[in-house]
Structure formats: C-alpha cells, structure tokens
C-alpha cells in the first residue's frame, strides 16, 4: 500500500500528482523520503487538519453562546463537550507542571498543538488518508516553535541568569557544562520530532498492512489501539513541551 494513503488526495485534488511529480524533480526524492506521495499530500492533509480545526472551534463557539449556562456540560456530547473536555485535559496538565498563571499564560500555545497534532494523528485511521504528522517537516516545525518558546520565554524571565544557568555553578567547568547544556538542548525538539515521526509511522503502517488483508474486522483492533497511540503521543508532545518551557520560566534568581 506505498501509495495508498494519499489515494483520496490524489482523487479530490488531481493537480497533487503533478505538484508531488514538481517537487520531485526540484528538490530530489531524497528530501521527500524517497516516495512522490510525501510531497503535498502532507502539506494538503495539514491546511486540511488545520481547517476542521477551525471548524470545531467555530462549532464550540456557536454552541457556547447558545447554551443557557455555560456552567453546566450538555446532555449529548459535541463538539463542545470535546472541546472542553480536551481543553480542561490540557490545561490541567499543564497547571500541574508550571503553576496556574503560567498555564493559562502558555494555553493559547500548548492548546492549539494538542488539538493539531491530535487530529492530524487521528486522519490516519482514516483508510486513504495520510496524517501530517508522519512526516519530519511537520513535526520539526513544531518542535522548533517550543524550542524558540523556552528560550526566548526563558531570557525574558530570567535574563541573563538563563545562559549563566546553563553554565553551571562552578566557574572551571564553565565551558565544558555549556556544550553539554548546548547539547541536551538541541536534543530536545530533535527528540520531539522524531518521537512523533516514528511513532506515527509505525503505527500507519501496521495500519496499511491489516488494512491490505481486505477484511473488515481484522483491522479494527488494530485501529483501537492506533487510536491509542494517537491520544498519547498528542499528550507526550504536548507535556514535554510544557516541561521544557515551565523548566526555562522558573526562577532562577535564587541560584547564583
């Protein structure tokens, strides 16, 4: 099934084939990871996530302002019930890690790629599409945004006091603590992305496999724990990402 997750794609959109045949030959299989499909299959699956996205929040938005009191969840679960659960998920998590202020502070932020990166894991239970997350230009970009959070956050706390953190306590070691410091750091949106990337993977291809089998009920069990799979690498993602900024936000005044 090498081509199959972007069949439908390929359907609804036939000017993929010929923008995935374009890049092919501008930037060389290699950077599309050897396959035609990885091209703007990925990039369509990602403004499409990004629009239901939108669409659910529109849909919170419109059911909120109709609710007669909002205090009280609904009856029947919709979209606002899945919006607030997430949300109230999210933001609990995140209060347990950097305190109240900072978790709403940050929400916006965290909120937005746990809705992102859930949905765009779960588009691949769909048969036929492929999920944008299962690419490393999708994960690296989000990856890249928390790394640039934690520091630029982390020098607006503390200041200089974030780079002299990263220096150690002791003056000789100065240096050599630095670059290991340097290291871990650039180690963390490395590990986000490919965390993300590989599981993704895995799972879409387990996925594939079963599905070729052509029975109906074979791939279900599967596609339960793909589901799985896909909630928890949304909130491993999303926690992590919360760590590191909550870890760059502390105070760090009463170290030095």
Do not use: W
């Not at 670059?179 to 990337?197: D, K, M, N, Y």
């Not at 879409?204 to 599905?211: A, R």
Request: hydrophobic share 50%; with cysteine; proline share 5%.
């Amino acid at each position: 099934m090498s081509s199959g997750p972007s069949t439908i794609l390929h359907y609804l959109f036939p000017q993929v084939t010929e923008l995935d045949h374009s890049l092919t030959e501008s930037l060389g299989e290699g950077l599309l990871m050897g396959t035609k499909s990885h091209g703007s299959a990925h990039i369509i699956m990602a403004i499409l996530v990004t629009l239901f996205t939108l669409f659910i929040a529109l849909r919170y938005r419109s059911r909120r302002s109709k609710a007669e009191d909002s205090a009280f969840p609904e009856a029947s679960f919709n979209a606002r019930s899945f919006v607030e659960l997430l949300c109230e998920s999210t933001l609990g998590m995140m209060e347990g890690v950097m305190g109240k202020a900072a978790a709403r502070y940050f929400f916006p932020l965290i909120g937005t790629m746990a809705f992102f990166i859930l949905f765009s894991n779960l588009a691949g239970l769909i048969p036929g599409l492929t999920p944008p997350t299962d690419v490393i230009s999708t994960n690296v970009v989000m990856a890249l945004i928390v790394f640039i959070a934690t520091h630029v956050y982390g020098l607006q706390k503390n200041g200089i006091e974030h780079i002299k953190h990263m220096m150690g306590p002791i003056l000789v070691l100065a240096p050599l603590i630095l670059v290991i410091e340097l290291i871990g750091h650039v180690a963390r949106p490395v590990s986000l992305t490919l965390r993300l990337f590989g599981n993704m993977v895995g799972d879409h291809k387990v996925l594939s496999i079963f599905l070729g089998f052509g029975i109906f009920f074979v791939p279900l069990p599967v596609m339960v724990l793909g589901t799985i799979v896909c909630i928890v690498q949304a909130l491993v993602f999303c926690l992590l990402s919360v760590v590191y900024i909550g870890m760059a936000i502390e105070d760090l005044s009463h170290d030095h």
